[in-house]
């Protein structure tokens, strides 16, 4: 835990809402990120230190004991019953304390077991079209904590151990009577774990883990879609005191395309023809996702709108043998910038184009002429 003022590191005020508060963290995150700043131990630290700060601050219970007892909220034998290390999972049992025998105390003593797993992260990743298209093994640096190699996790010095509480007896809770009621509770002086650390370990403070930059390699299959999540299991922050860790959720996102748009494994393009390719037939190349290319044929009398599929020529599905499709759709140009020459010429070709080479104009300015008809009253 850094000595600074929480707030000082994160550079808010107390009075900051949460949405405010995490807008801070993620710009100096941003900032003081060791890819950002190689070989910049200042910047690591300071890393780290904006980390520290915003997991304290960004848990209401937390951020609530913090205002009040300031860092000893976090420290062995400090003020609010000794939280031991475990803060997260003592503020937990308070609200147990007062609700829990109304509740229900299985689902009670539950909770106290997930409270002491560690959290799950997330991490945010873009990759590119063609990276979905074949998959990728990539690379992630995760800041979080880890089991204290010191201590291996058990929060103890080196060559000391925890006792047993002999306030619960290792039981973690105790029960008391009030009035009618027997209300069982979080044992105030271990915060719940049962034992007791006389001699914490130098290096974690008694938690069992520290913070660390992890390096972890990603497997990303062939065709995942914007949105889609990987669940590391275990990779998250570490338990405290050799407790379960938890999960790490990479969140994928695909990043847009110049040329292709996606929808499920299907993919689409928009691709601009001549009107005398399109008036009298062709054929042009496309590109595909793989890299390749691909000929299209164009029959004659071709419209703006038409669509053309490539079977097999999209993206494949997420773990399955079946590949999308390709539709190319074209958009008939007119000219512009015509010289006399071919000014001249369009000329002479709209002198002897008839209502035949027209159909689709001929039948609406038909319809039109007909409505006026109707609307004179004729």
Do not use: W
């Not at 860790?245 to 990479?250: M, R």
Request: negative net charge; charged residues 25%.
């Amino acid at each position: 835990m850094t000595d600074r003022d929480l707030y000082d590191v994160l550079g808010v005020d107390r009075s900051v809402d949460e949405k405010a508060l995490k807008a801070a963290y993620r710009k100096l995150a941003m900032q003081f990120h060791p890819d950002r700043n190689p070989d910049d131990p200042e910047a690591e630290a300071r890393f780290k230190e904006v980390n520290v700060a915003y997991e304290a601050l960004k848990d209401p219970q937390k951020r609530a004991a913090y205002d009040r007892f300031g860092h000893e909220a976090f420290q062995n034998g400090g003020p609010g019953g000794g939280f031991n290390g475990d803060f997260g999972a003592s503020m937990a049992d308070i609200f147990d304390d007062l609700f829990g025998d109304f509740m229900g105390g299985a689902g009670r003593r539950g909770g106290r077991q997930n409270a002491r797993r560690g959290a799950d992260l997330r991490y945010n990743m873009e990759i590119a079209l063609e990276e979905a298209f074949v998959g990728k093994t990539a690379e992630i640096r995760v800041p979080t904590t880890i089991t204290c190699e010191t201590c291996e996790g058990s929060g103890a010095k080196p060559g000391t151990g925890a006792t047993t509480c002999m306030g619960c007896g290792g039981a973690g809770r105790v029960r008391a009577s009030q009035g009618f009621f027997a209300i069982e509770r979080t044992c105030p002086q271990c915060g719940g774990s049962g034992s007791i650390i006389e001699d914490p370990c130098g290096d974690c403070g008694g938690s069992g883990r520290v913070m660390r930059e992890r390096t972890l390699s990603i497997n990303i299959p062939p065709g995942v879609e914007d949105g889609t999540r990987i669940r590391l299991s275990g990779e998250g922050e570490a338990g405290l005191r050799g407790a379960q860790a938890g999960d790490l959720y990479i969140f994928l996102s695909v990043r847009p395309h110049e040329i292709f748009q996606r929808d499920g494994a299907d993919l689409f393009c928009r691709v601009p023809i001549g009107f005398t390719t399109a008036a009298l037939g062709g054929e042009f190349e496309v590109p595909t996702v793989d890299g390749g290319k691909t000929r299209v044929k164009v029959p004659a009398g071709t419209q703006t709108g038409k669509q053309f599929r490539l079977r097999g020529k999209g993206m494949p599905v997420l773990r399955a043998r079946q590949s999308g499709d390709l539709y190319v759709q074209t958009i008939v140009e007119t000219p512009v910038n015509l010289n006399r020459r071919q000014r001249q010429l369009l000329e002479e070709f709209d002198a002897v184009t008839s209502d035949d080479n027209t159909p689709n104009a001929t039948g609406f300015f038909t319809r039109v002429k007909d409505f006026f008809k109707t609307a004179d009253g004729e």
